[in-house]
């Protein structure tokens, strides 16, 4: 437990707060988000990384006024800035270079999420009036039952994984959930932890990034919590937490090779990395008993074994076949 101080009422926060967007081929969802991001009254400035998308993105951007030089968009507002990579790099990539760029432009504290979710309007200010924390965000909810929380998680001190947003505010404590916190989903990260544990690992390109943020974070000693009051929207992940084994836990199939591949990849360096090989060969085990019992297919314990092998001898490009 750590002491948490909250500013006194109407003091404005004089940290500078800037707003980091990873975008690929959403421009609706971009767009929405990005107008909701401009109605935020703290936030000083939006970066926008777009993974060189296709969907005419790159052209809204400079449309808009949206440059790496500054132009502000018409009719006044916060200013948004964009950066176009020259590939594509996924969430890894993006939040690397768009959290790396925050702080070059001078951000206290970065505010980072994805193009498909969007933020409660007063969620920024619910999350600013708790302070004392490194890595702290919202409550993610499903967009399309906000009573649901859109990624189950394990409460602290057991074992029980909660799957709805009463459950959340039964185990919250002082409306704090203290040590637990959805990355990269309207989280906050201050400068100082990111200037101690360095940038997220570009090279995992999608999946476990997030996860493996958080961990180095703890491992620092990052005062890291969930803000229960404090509210971010996104589509509901309804292919995460496949039931097996009868039921007793569950498995993050997907129906897509690439973010099979990449999970597969960087989950086992993840759990080698920071809970040590029981828990990795733990997680080999799970993948050989799903693919052969619960939901039996040799092709996706072939490509298993090769993103597994792929993340043990360090090789971060096998997921590149399956890009367009």
Not at 204 to 209: C, Q, S, V, Y
Request: net charge negative.
């Amino acid at each position: 437990m750590w002491a948490v101080t909250e500013p006194p009422t109407g003091v404005p926060d004089a940290r500078r707060i800037v707003a980091v967007v990873v975008t690929f081929n959403r421009l609706a969802l971009l767009q929405r988000l990005v107008a909701r991001l401009r109605e935020v009254p703290e936030v000083d400035e939006i970066l926008v990384l777009d993974n060189a998308s296709t969907d005419g993105t790159g052209d809204w951007l400079a449309s808009s006024g949206s440059t790496p030089e500054g132009v502000a968009t018409p009719g006044g507002g916060t200013r948004v800035l964009a950066r176009t990579l020259t590939h594509n790099r996924g969430g890894a990539g993006g939040f690397h270079d768009g959290l790396a760029w925050a702080l070059e432009r001078g951000a206290d504290l970065a505010w980072l999420m994805d193009d498909d979710g969007i933020p409660a309007r007063d969620c920024l200010a619910a999350l600013l009036e708790r302070d004392g924390f490194d890595f702290w965000g919202p409550a993610v909810l499903a967009e399309q039952d906000p009573s649901r929380l859109c990624f189950p998680i394990r409460l602290p001190g057991g074992t029980s994984v909660v799957h709805r947003m009463a459950e959340v505010e039964l185990a919250a404590r002082d409306g704090l959930v203290e040590d637990v916190v959805i990355p990269f989903n309207g989280v906050l990260v201050t400068r100082d932890l990111v200037e101690r544990i360095g940038l997220p690992r570009e090279e995992f390109f999608i999946w476990g990034d997030d996860v493996e943020y958080l961990w180095r974070a703890r491992r620092a000693g990052a005062r890291v919590a969930t803000v229960v009051g404090a509210h971010f929207l996104h589509p509901a992940t309804d292919d995460l937490g496949t039931p097996m084994m009868f039921g007793r836990t569950t498995y993050n199939h997907s129906p897509s090779d690439l973010k099979h591949y990449c999970m597969a990849r960087n989950n086992l360096l993840n759990l080698r990395d920071y809970h040590g090989w029981p828990h990795a060969l733990a997680f080999v085990a799970k993948t050989l008993w799903f693919y052969t019992l619960t939901r039996p297919s040799v092709a996706r314990l072939r490509l298993s074994a090769a993103a597994m092998g792929s993340g043990l001898r360090g090789d971060f490009t096998g997921h590149e076949r399956f890009l367009p």
